[in-house]
């Protein structure tokens, strides 16, 4: 993706929070404040939306509820119209269906960026199973 400067002035007890989180973290500063911006962005247009750190990185969350790439996971399989994938949704995985459709809304504008994450999470899934049918074997001869 291409990216363009920005310079920006902070208050000085703002940008020591900065500092200390980049620290926390191990980003670079510039990365961290820019991973907050579009995490920001992302949260004031979809206010039922989170940010947490995940095992692998940071994912959105459904305030009170699940991850969007788990609700994602199962909002794939529903036809229908919106409504009616919301509500099927909503009641397989037991949820509000208030959450599911702030997850299915945020799903919609950031699709390409969730069905990576879930293509990631299949890949890693077949590679452990592989894994573990080749030690099984191992045991077993």
């Given at each position: 993706m291409a990216t363009k400067h920005l310079t920006l002035r902070m208050d000085a007890a703002a940008l020591e929070r900065l500092e200390r989180e980049s620290e926390r973290t191990g980003?670079?500063?510039?990365?961290?404040?820019?991973?907050?911006?579009?995490?920001?962005?992302?949260?004031?247009?979809?206010?039922?939306?989170?940010?947490?750190?995940?095992?692998?990185?940071?994912t959105a969350v459904v305030k009170g509820g699940p991850r969007v790439w788990v609700v994602a996971r199962v909002l794939r399989e529903q036809t229908g119209s919106l409504d009616d994938i919301v509500r099927a949704t909503a009641e397989l995985m037991e949820q509000p269906e208030h959450l599911v459709r702030d997850a299915a809304l945020y799903y919609l504008e950031f699709r390409e960026e969730v069905d990576a994450w879930l293509q990631s999470l299949d890949r890693e899934a077949e590679a452990a199973e592989d894994e573990w049918l080749r030690n099984r074997e191992r045991v077993s001869a």
């Open positions: 980003q670079n500063r510039s990365e961290l404040a820019r991973q907050l911006i579009e995490e920001g962005l992302r949260m004031a247009r979809h206010p039922g939306i989170v940010f947490r750190d995940g095992a692998a990185e940071r």
